[in-house]
């Protein structure tokens, strides 16, 4: 009996070993994603700590952190057992932000001027309340079903969709919440703020300050291979840089967003291990990068920070949205970007629409039809910072859609051949949320 019991406390101290070999390395991840999605999610949102840990944070090791809002001072903390603890600073203007021992919270920082757009106009151009429109080519009986369907039931966690807008012929259609959630509601697009980066580029090069073309204004590459990568090789995410992308594990896409000072400095310092435009590879750090080239093209930070509000966010009433900065207050480009859905709607709609804004051309047609044009090394996947569906991704569905797309299932669809945005924010990502059936569903309440 008592080598028995020996044996069972022998191999229980080896499965805690293990246990602790293989996920020690991963707390710092675990407390910083848990940490930085509390303050974030408190303080940009207004959500308490028990909604964020029962839906942000119910995620796989992630539930294993213990967290703490301290309100008066503004911050989030996290940890696993007491071990890595992490802290999240939140800054009006600039978000939440992951901190070291080694930032100073006392020094003063830049924030972001903005303008809101008093226009008077109704939603989607404007900030009042849209406009009542029936069209004879809906059938709203298929339309709201589609929008329902996407949505749980009781206390089911299949779906988890937190809200639905469709736009059709500049009107809004159809419009769904989840408990919890409703218009006003700040939501975190995580990858779909990709696309917000990318358009920046658009409005550079509409303004005649920068070429894409030419190889990307970093001195650190003049020394090496590296020296033939384009701006627009970096867009496409065929730069040839190594990268890892993979939210499962520890990976250069993980540490960067948890960890690092400098989010762009990442990806600038790696090694290329292809030609450019010879290899696609998924890349948030390549986009944070960019964020740092934008930076690169003002002579303050605080040009910087205002840029990205002033000539395309505010321009538009995407009012709602703040994007969050690192710890040397550079943009998180990648992924860091919150706005109400309403909101992320009306940039689908600037795309759409040509990047035409009410009269105003925020961007060239030549900048969206670039975007949504297929990287050759794709397979019709990939454009310009946006998702395609030109290689049929969902097959029941115009292969001229292209689409912002986020973790978790976060997207903005732009359907040109149907004059239809479609948002979707929620929890679960394809295959677990049927895409290809709920866009479907939606695009079949429209009448040919």
């Known amino acids: ?119 008077n106009l109704p939603y989607p151009y404007g900030n009042e309340n849209p406009e009542v429109s029936v069209f004879k080519t809906i059938d709203y009986t298929k339309l709201n079903a589609a929008v329902a369907n996407a949505f749980d ?43 917000i980066t990318g358009a920046l580029f658009g409005v550079l090069q509409k303004q ?4 894409i073309y030419t190889p990307a204004p970093i001195p650190s590459w003049q020394k090496d291979t590296r020296k033939i990568i384009t701006t627009n090789d970096l ?26 000072e400098d989010m762009g400095k990442i990806q600038m310092e790696k090694p290329a291990v292809f030609m450019p435009d010879s290899h ?19 002579k303050t930070h605080q040009e910087y920070l205002d840029f990205w509000y002033s000539s395309l966010i505010d321009k538009i009433g995407m ?25 992320w709607a009306k940039f689908g709609l600037l795309y759409l629409r040509n990047g035409n804004w009410k009269g105003e051309q925020i961007l060239d047609p030549s900048w969206v039809h670039y975007s949504a044009t297929p990287t050759n090394t794709s397979d019709g996947a990939y454009g310009a910072q946006f998702w395609l569906n030109a290689g049929g991704r969902f097959p029941d569905v115009p292969r001229d859609m292209y689409y912002c797309s986020g973790y978790q299932g976060q997207m903005v669809a732009i359907i040109p051949s149907l004059d239809l945005v479609i948002v979707r924010m929620g929890l679960k990502e394809d295959p677990a949320f049927d895409f290809n059936g709920f866009l479907k569903g939606i695009i079949g309440s429209l009448k040919k």
Not at 208 to 211: A, E, L, Q
Not at 286 to 294: E, F, R
Not at 323 to 341: H, K, L
């Open 1 to 119: 009996m008592k080598n028995i019991f020996k044996t069972l406390c022998l191999l229980f101290t080896i499965v805690i070993l293990y246990f602790g070999f293989v996920n020690y390395p991963k707390l710092d991840l675990i407390s910083g994603f848990s940490a930085k999605s509390m303050a974030s999610g408190h303080f940009i949102d207004h959500r308490s700590q028990e909604m964020i840990e029962n839906g942000d944070n119910d995620i796989k090791m992630i539930d294993l952190a213990s967290n703490k809002i301290d309100e008066n001072g503004k911050f989030a903390t996290a940890s696993v057992y007491g071990l890595k603890k992490r802290k999240a600073i939140y800054r009006e203007g600039l978000g939440a932000t992951l901190v070291n021992s080694d930032f100073d919270e006392t020094l003063p920082y830049e924030t972001p001027k903005r303008t809101l757009l008093n226009n």
């Open 153 to 195: 039931v009781s206390e089911k966690k299949d779906k988890r969709t937190r809200a639905v807008v469709v736009l059709y012929k500049d009107k809004l259609i159809a419009e769904k919440y989840a408990t919890g959630f409703n218009k006003n509601s700040k939501i975190l697009g995580w990858s779909m703020t990709k696309s």
């Open 208 to 211: 005649g300050k920068f070429n």
């Open 235 to 260: 867009l496409h995410m065929n730069s040839g840089l190594e990268w890892e992308e993979n939210y499962n594990t520890i990976c250069d896409a993980t540490q960067m967003l948890f960890l690092a």
């Open 280 to 298: 696609w590879n998924y890349s948030s750090g390549t986009t944070n990068l960019l964020s740092k080239i934008i930076r690169s093209q003002f």
């Open 319 to 343: 009012n709602s949205m703040v994007i969050e900065t690192d710890m040397i207050g550079n943009y998180v480009g990648s992924s860091y970007g919150w706005a109400t859905p309403r909101d």
